[in-house]
């Protein structure tokens, strides 16, 4: 299996109870019987707002000549609908750029709404060579991949709006190998994606995530000057001691699965040897396939 494919998989083989300590994995839309709480609007700062629920949070950045969106939750048309209708009671601009922190479905889920409607779609550039990769899994065969980005960036990309900045960058191979870290200088904020979440998080190998990569990711945004983070999940922006304290929970973690391998651990042995009760509740049923693989290579394992 593919690496995107197995990432974007995970979502539909992922049950309920899981879910909640994997929610920043790609989900699947909720089914037409289970109600849908209403997205919640929440004012940050002067500007700028985060809309939680259904999926990643979105963040809104408003500007004199228009709306900056970042990541567009889960798939489906209620869900587009209810978040364009919760901008305009923000403000009356229109939506014209809507970045993706990264792949998963959670985040991107309604990028070709958007694109429909006339909206730029910035990603980096390994977002669509991954989405090329996937096929719908054989429980929920009708399941399409997001559309990707229809602009594209390898490093840094800049969007000036209304006279201000946003300034993407993708530090490295985090989360995924397409993370985008969002920064308004301007509001000394920055939209995290999934590199930082009030949740256990999980670094998608299948998807080309690293959890080195991902340190040095957040030593880079923890450099620049800013005092409040929008996570990828959770329902209040973050400080930056919060996410040096993330930061430090995720290298302690990756500290302790080299220190088990080098003391002999064997891949199916390797998570349970993980002390992480002090670290996150993380679910033993999550670390298989790709993303065992991929944190016993990152361990040393051979
Ligand atoms: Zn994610």
């Not at 991107?108 to 669509?128: D, L």
């Not at 030593?219 to 930056?240: C, E, R, S, V, Y």
Request: net charge neutral; with cysteine.
């Amino acid at each position: 299996m593919k690496l995107a494919v197995r990432s974007l998989l995970a979502a539909a083989l992922i049950s309920a109870s899981a879910s909640a300590a994997l929610a920043q994995t790609p989900a699947t839309p909720p089914a037409a019987s289970a109600p849908r709480p209403p997205l919640v609007v929440k004012p940050v700062k002067p500007g700028l707002f985060m809309i939680v629920g259904a999926g990643g949070n979105t963040t809104v950045r408003v500007t004199d000549d228009g709306i900056v969106l970042v990541d567009s939750k889960n798939p489906g048309q209620p869900i587009y609908d209810e978040i364009v209708a919760d901008v305009h009671t923000i403000s009356p601009k229109p939506i014209k750029y809507l970045v993706d922190t990264h792949i998963h479905a959670d985040h991107t889920g309604n990028n070709g709404r958007f694109e429909a409607a006339g909206v730029k779609v910035v990603g980096q550039q390994n977002i669509p060579t991954e989405l090329a990769k996937f096929v719908p899994p054989a429980n929920n065969p009708t399941l399409q991949a997001p559309a990707a980005p229809n602009v594209t960036y390898d490093k840094t990309y800049e969007i000036k709006l209304g006279g201000k900045t946003v300034k993407l960058n993708h530090f490295a191979n985090g989360h995924t190998n397409g993370d985008t870290v969002v920064y308004f200088p301007g509001l000394k904020v920055v939209s995290m994606g999934d590199e930082l979440v009030a949740v256990t998080p999980n670094c998608d190998y299948g998807g080309g995530g690293s959890i080195t990569g991902w340190l040095s990711s957040l030593d880079q945004t923890l450099k620049l000057d800013w005092d409040m983070a929008i996570p990828g999940h959770g329902d209040n922006p973050l400080t930056k001691a919060d996410m040096k304290a993330f930061r430090d929970k995720w290298a302690t973690f990756l500290d302790r699965a080299k220190a088990a391998v080098k003391a002999g651990a064997t891949k199916d042995r390797l998570v349970a040897a993980i002390k992480t009760d002090d670290l996150w509740t993380f679910n033993p049923n999550a670390w298989t396939g790709a993303r065992l693989d991929g944190l016993y290579a990152e361990a040393g394992g051979k």
